[in-house]
Nanobody, 125 residues
Framework: QVQLVESGGGLVQAGDSLRLSCAAS????????MGWFRQAPGKEREFVAA????????YYADSVKGRFTISRDNAKNTLYLQMNSLKPEDTAVYYC??????????????????WGQGTQVTVSL
């Protein structure tokens, strides 16, 4: 069992940066694939980024590649998403996700086992 709590969302201007955090509880955190998804109003939840338990492998949606960086600190049971050069189209609720299986996260959201409650990110012009 993994429980996830996001933080760090807020209102920023286009071009600004923001870092999201996801605090995880559960003894198996370090062995899980972790990821970030987002859901804009009226749209389906979409994949943003994923990272393997070993931190050696990461994967990004094309829309955020080069601007967002996913990382994790297994000692602190915390997942991060550094978001740079934010755009208004990045406005969404961002969700932390976890699953024992890599493919379940990168092909999600329907296949993901654990979710956080979400944190709002709003990017204004």
């Amino acid at each position: 069992q993994v429980q996830l709590v996001e933080s760090g969302g807020g209102l920023v201007q286009a071009g600004d940066s923001l870092r999201l955090s996801c605090a995880a509880s559960g003894r198996t955190f370090s062995s899980y694939t972790m990821g970030w998804f987002r859901q804009a109003p009226g749209k389906e939840r979409e994949f943003v980024a994923a990272i393997r338990w070993s931190v050696a492998s990461t994967y990004y949606a094309d829309s955020v590649k080069g601007r967002f960086t996913i990382s994790r600190d297994n000692a602190k049971n915390t997942l991060y998403l550094q978001m740079n050069s934010l755009k208004p189209e990045d406005t969404a609720v961002y969700y932390c996700a976890a699953d024992p299986i890599w493919s379940a996260v990168v092909t999600g959201p329907d296949t993901v086992r654990y979710w956080g409650q979400g944190t709002q990110v709003t990017v204004s012009l």
